[in-house]
């Protein structure tokens, strides 16, 4: 299945780190090779870079490694493809506008027998289950609000759209508005919070260490959710099956 990296900061942050070592499994230590993606917040704002050549040997993925930006809501996506073909339109992560707001969804897993109705405001693009569940998500948060909600709100709402695409299969997901990320796991995801005082992290796709006590201040604070560990010397926290969590501010709100 296809490979999540979420990142949420309490101050603008660069993912450069998390990003080398996450590139490495769409196709070099994983078979994950049928295109990825990225989006940025920043401010109201997001940047948002996608390409259908695997992340090993993109030279957009090699833009990334190498631009530093810096951001407190990441998504990243490898796919590996279950439903639609190797093309654009079908690279994570996605992007939609609710309420005056950007919306970026990436997804992990396979949706058996899901085509629920949508109306005229949210239709996927390409043919994945993935972006269908993205657009019935945001049709259905945009019924039941009739203004930007809260997190707390807004989270309340996902934990009763959640499991009625869940049953169809794997959905592990990320969501962001750019003020939270909104993290689903069905089967894997894992958690690590990183914050004062900092230690050194190694990679476990690249031969690379940083110690982030040397590029940080103590009042730094970073979540990062990912679908596999991406170091071997930290402690990650995994997910309980049909579990939603949200971060605000680098840490599970």
């Known amino acids: 299945m ?12 660069d993912v450069t780190f998390s990003f080398t070592g996450f590139a490495q499994r769409g196709g070099r230590t994983d078979h994950h090779g049928d295109g990825w993606g990225i989006a940025f917040f920043e401010g109201r704002g997001v940047r948002h870079f996608v390409d259908h050549q695997s ?28 439903q639609g073909e190797v093309a654009l339109e079908n690279c994570h992560p996605f992007v939609r506008e609710l309420w005056g707001r950007y919306w970026v969804f990436a997804h992990n897993g396979n949706l058996e027998n899901f085509h629920p109705r949508l109306h005229a405001g949210f239709h996927p693009v390409g043919r994945t289950d993935s972006e269908r569940a993205f657009c019935w998500l945001m049709q259905e948060l945009a019924k039941s609000h009739a203004d930007v909600p809260s997190v707390a709100e807004l989270t309340l709402t996902l934990r009763e759209l959640v499991p009625r695409i869940a049953r169809h299969g ?84």
């Open 55 to 82: 992340a090993c040997a993109s030279p957009v993925a090699e833009l990334i490694r190498r631009y530093p930006i810096k951001s407190q809501n990441v998504i990243a996506h490898i796919r590996k493809a279950t």
């Open 2 to 13: 296809c490979q999540l990296l979420g990142m949420n900061c309490n101050t603008p942050t």
């Open 170 to 253: 794997t959905f592990n997901f990320l969501l962001s508005n750019g003020q939270a990320l909104w993290a689903h796991a069905s089967t894997n995801l894992y958690y690590v919070v990183r914050q004062h005082p900092f230690a050194t992290a190694t990679l476990s796709d690249e031969d690379v260490s940083v110690n982030f006590a040397d590029q940080t201040r103590t009042s730094d604070r970073v979540a990062v959710v990912v679908t596999a560990p991406l170091t071997t010397n930290e402690v990650w926290t995994p997910f309980t099956p049909g579990e939603l969590r949200v971060f605000v501010d680098g840490a599970p709100a």
